[in-house]
């Protein structure tokens, strides 16, 4: 069996895994995912998986762009079914596997093993530093008292992009990057190019926080420009929480808590902990609606005298 072959089989294993521990987190949390969903507005909840697919197929679309600028081929419909397949590693204990799944299904597709990694690591920091850019924005319009956290968030994207514009900097990190790929040769970004994909990012986090607002409108909660800020603030600050805290499936338990802790205020302690609940139940149906319906996309595509092997470049 070859080294690619391999991997596909890997990638496709990680997202079964992945599978199979969302179903295990649904039969565990059961009765609090009634609980939180026992009265909500179905139509609403149904806006909120809209906006929080088109969140992550903006982080797939953006990923795939990366592999282009990188010298690798993946068509956009193909490229958002390995992205969606591959996120259900982000459900399997451990931390690493969205980033093996999503690469080792590129590379299956004959993406080169050194452009996926590097495509798919620089497509993560571009996510963080969008979180870090909307939570720094949302955080200084937020009526709350939010400042210093938003000021810390801005500071942080300012310090990475700044680092990465010194070629001193940009050494050390490349002999980092080649001990950590085994003696691959992998690009660090340049720091205009990440500064780029830092705003291309943006989106995702508009999308994903309007999710939230739409969730505490279906839990029948009153919603203005205010709270609005403040939900696009705690839902970036949540998941940067449970970005940064490695090994933990999704995120799972930080998110809710750093979420329901910082949202008590505003909402009330009942209501922002049902908002964290049914967040994480629209989060679990857009990562499972995406694993589903993107690989039928693509083959539908390709059925439909689509080429296969269009970039979009």
């Given at each position: 069996m070859?080294?690619r072959?391999?991997?596909?089989?890997?990638?496709?294993?990680?997202?079964?895994?992945g599978?199979v521990?969302?179903?295990?987190q649904i039969?565990?949390?059961r009765?609090?995912?009634?609980d939180?969903?026992?009265?909500?507005d179905?139509?609403?909840?149904?806006?909120?998986v809209?906006?929080?697919?088109?969140?992550?197929?903006?982080?797939?679309?953006n990923?795939?762009?990366?592999?282009?600028?990188?010298?690798?081929a993946a068509?956009w419909?193909?490229a958002?079914?390995?992205?969606?397949?591959g996120?259900?590693?982000?459900?399997v204990?451990g931390?690493?596997?969205?980033?093996?799944?999503?690469?080792?299904l590129?590379?299956?597709?004959?993406v080169?093993?050194?452009i996926?990694?590097?495509?798919?690591?620089t497509?993560?920091?571009?996510t963080?530093?969008?979180?870090?850019?909307?939570?720094?924005?949302?955080?200084?319009?937020?009526?709350?008292d939010?400042?210093?956290i938003?000021?810390?968030?801005g500071?942080?994207v300012?310090?990475?992009?700044?680092?990465?514009?010194?070629?001193a900097?940009r050494?050390?990190?490349?002999?980092?990057?080649?001990?950590?790929?085994g003696?691959?040769?992998?690009?660090?970004?340049?720091?205009?190019?990440?500064?780029?994909q830092?705003?291309?990012?943006?989106?995702?986090?508009?999308?994903?926080?309007?999710?939230?607002?739409?969730?505490v409108?279906?839990?029948?909660g009153?919603?203005?420009?205010g709270?609005?800020a403040?939900?696009?603030?705690?839902?970036?600050v949540?998941?940067i929480a449970?970005f940064?805290?490695?090994?933990?499936?999704?995120g799972?338990?930080?998110?809710?808590?750093?979420?329901?802790?910082?949202m008590?205020?505003p909402l009330g302690a009942?209501?922002?902990?049902?908002?964290?609940?049914?967040?994480?139940?629209?989060?679990?149906?857009?990562?499972?609606?995406?694993a589903?319906?993107?690989?039928?996309?693509a083959r539908?595509?390709?059925?439909?005298?689509?080429?296969?092997?269009?970039t979009?470049r």
């Amino acid at each position: 069996m070859n080294v690619r072959r391999l991997g596909g089989i890997i990638g496709v294993a990680i997202g079964v895994a992945g599978l199979v521990f969302v179903g295990l987190q649904i039969v565990r949390d059961r009765d609090d995912f009634a609980d939180a969903l026992r009265g909500a507005d179905l139509a609403w909840l149904a806006v909120a998986v809209l906006a929080g697919l088109c969140s992550m197929a903006t982080i797939g679309l953006n990923w795939a762009s990366i592999i282009h600028h990188l010298g690798g081929a993946a068509p956009w419909r193909r490229a958002l079914a390995w992205f969606f397949v591959g996120q259900l590693g982000k459900y399997v204990p451990g931390g690493i596997w969205p980033i093996v799944g999503q690469a080792e299904l590129a590379t299956r597709a004959r993406v080169a093993r050194p452009i996926a990694y590097a495509a798919t690591a620089t497509s993560m920091l571009a996510t963080l530093l969008g979180a870090a850019t909307v939570a720094a924005a949302s955080g200084l319009a937020s009526p709350e008292d939010r400042a210093v956290i938003a000021a810390l968030a801005g500071l942080a994207v300012l310090v990475v992009l700044g680092a990465l514009a010194v070629p001193a900097v940009r050494s050390v990190a490349q002999r980092a990057l080649s001990r950590v790929a085994g003696g691959r040769d992998i690009a660090v970004p340049e720091a205009g190019w990440l500064a780029v994909q830092t705003l291309r990012h943006v989106p995702v986090w508009l999308l994903y926080s309007a999710m939230n607002v739409i969730v505490v409108a279906a839990l029948g909660g009153d919603i203005d420009a205010g709270l609005a800020a403040d939900l696009a603030f705690v839902t970036c600050v949540s998941w940067i929480a449970g970005f940064v805290i490695v090994g933990l499936p999704g995120g799972l338990g930080v998110r809710e808590a750093v979420f329901v802790s910082m949202m008590t205020g505003p909402l009330g302690a009942g209501l922002a902990a049902s908002v964290a609940v049914t967040s994480r139940v629209v989060t679990i149906v857009v990562d499972l609606g995406g694993a589903a319906g993107a690989p039928v996309i693509a083959r539908a595509g390709q059925g439909a005298g689509g080429d296969p092997d269009r970039t979009g470049r």
